[in-house]
């Protein structure tokens, strides 16, 4: 029904950076494969990798975080790259799932899954050029 998928990563959000990369590196033997720093978003993206590197998680630290996150909070999303953006996201559309964050950028778009798991769907390679029906539809709901 939908074109070849690729898992890509899992992100979890951490209070606190160097704690968890005690956890994941020095305790489970994660390898850190890349770091992004935001300044305008005031966050760190770690990605990790186990010896296998078939699979990553996504460490996001919000730098202004303080408070514990809620359940809900701390467990981001899984990831998967497609081949096209909108095709799949008509697709899943059509298939009766909602697009929370439609793909505008024509690069990213956010569904979840019956029990709530946000789903971010990213194109493969460069993003697409911006086409409605979707540049112009808003968000809805949470993702």
């Keep these: 029904m939908f074109e070849r998928m690729r ?3 899992t992100m979890l959000r951490v209070r606190d950076l160097d704690t968890a990369l005690d956890f994941y590196v020095k305790k489970l033997g994660l390898r850190e494969v890349r770091r992004r ?11 990790l990798a186990a010896a296998d590197p078939a699979f990553e998680i996504e460490l996001t630290y919000n730098w202004d975080q303080k408070d514990t996150y809620s359940t809900g909070r ?34 990213m778009a956010f569904v979840k899954s019956p029990d709530g798991h946000s789903v971010e769907l990213l194109q493969k390679g460069d993003a697409l050029a911006a086409s409605e029906p979707w540049s112009s539809r808003a968000n809805q709901g949470e993702w």
């Design 7 to 9: 898992y890509l990563h």
């Design 37 to 47: 720093d935001s300044e305008k978003g005031r966050f760190t993206l770690v990605f």
């Design 74 to 107: 701390f467990f981001g999303h899984l990831a998967f790259e497609v081949d096209d953006i909108y095709g799949t996201c008509a697709a899943l559309e059509r298939a009766g799932v909602a697009i929370l964050r439609p793909p505008r950028d024509g690069r």
